[in-house]
DNA sequence: AAAAAATTAAACCAGTCAGTCTAATTTAAA
DNA sequence: TTTAAATTAGACTGACTGGTTTAATTTTTT
């Protein structure tokens, strides 16, 4: 049956107040009030702040990188179609949340990437296993003749997924999709052959 | 002779405290502290913390823009190698930063870009205006012919220099400039005609 | 030199922070 | 059913937060 309360809901409310709001700027009091659990119950799971983060990211890592095989395994388009489909999705996912929240692991690595090792390194390792399935799917299109060989599947991922992140960041403060869909339209046909 | 203490120094310790440590992460007394002046001062200058942001990211940003426009004007070689020369100061300035700063306005959206409208639209503001800069650049080298004529010169701009946020981004992380080279790399030859 | 204005100085405030503590309760094990 | 362990509950702690206040001092103006 379980106790009351379990880790994963804390989990999701974590995720969600983190990505909207950043770190430094939530305490553990918003985390229990949002989630309903009581301070000890909440101590009881993590050990810390940091500790809780650092637990959130790796949820989220995790299920994403989950969620991202799946996708591609999924489509049954051609690779780069499939890659595409993928950034239009997460594309209209940012706009469905009214630019408000970004990403995650790009949010913590800029606010404490640096001031908590622990974070910062499980956000990094998580970026890289999402790097990775795109790796995957870039180098099927390499093989197919749609993308482009003169840089490596990893090289063009890291460039590809590094950029969207760079455009999300800015669509937090322009608050509008067209940036993204330049970036979109540019990075494509940059990498097709 | 003016007083004992004077704004420029305040903003100046602002703008490194907050690069490297973020805002909700700093509090007023670190900033007192680092500066030398004591709580009263602060608030004689500033209304708040807040306020306090707004002009660190004004004055950074307006630094920034007047520094660029004569990087630019000095720069006697083609506009593409003007461009490339632009980013390897830039990549080189991170590398010398050992990567735990990257840049104020991207970080400050990321961070509070979404709480505070003030900061917002100010980080926004300044990133357009350098986008400016840029464009300008862009334009010459598309009418020497040396850059693509496919996308817009602000475009190809807001491209350019929101992916090398995005990579600046992971260098924070990942502390390593490769990263930064495979980017500048890739976006040039991208770009060039 | 006198008066007015601006700046400096730090003690002080109420509120919030992450985290602790103890007691009560619930579940699992014996 | 008794005992032990895990979980729940929230009051509490000391440190720190942004910001105010009042008085002393310094600069500028007259």
Redesign the pocket.
Known sequence: ?????NKEDILKVGYEVFRTNGYHN?????ILKESG?????F???FE???DFAQQVVKQYGESNYCWMQDFFKDCDLSPIECLKSFYTFMISLNEKDEYKGGCLVNNMSIEVGRQSDIIGSEANQHFMGWLNVLAMEITKGQNSGEITKDFSALELAEYMHAGFYGVLTRTKVTRNRVYMDIWFEMTFKFIAV
């Open positions: 049956m379980g106790y009351k309360h939530v305490g553990i009091n918003q659990i009581p301070k000890g119950s101590y009881n799971f810390s702040k940091e």
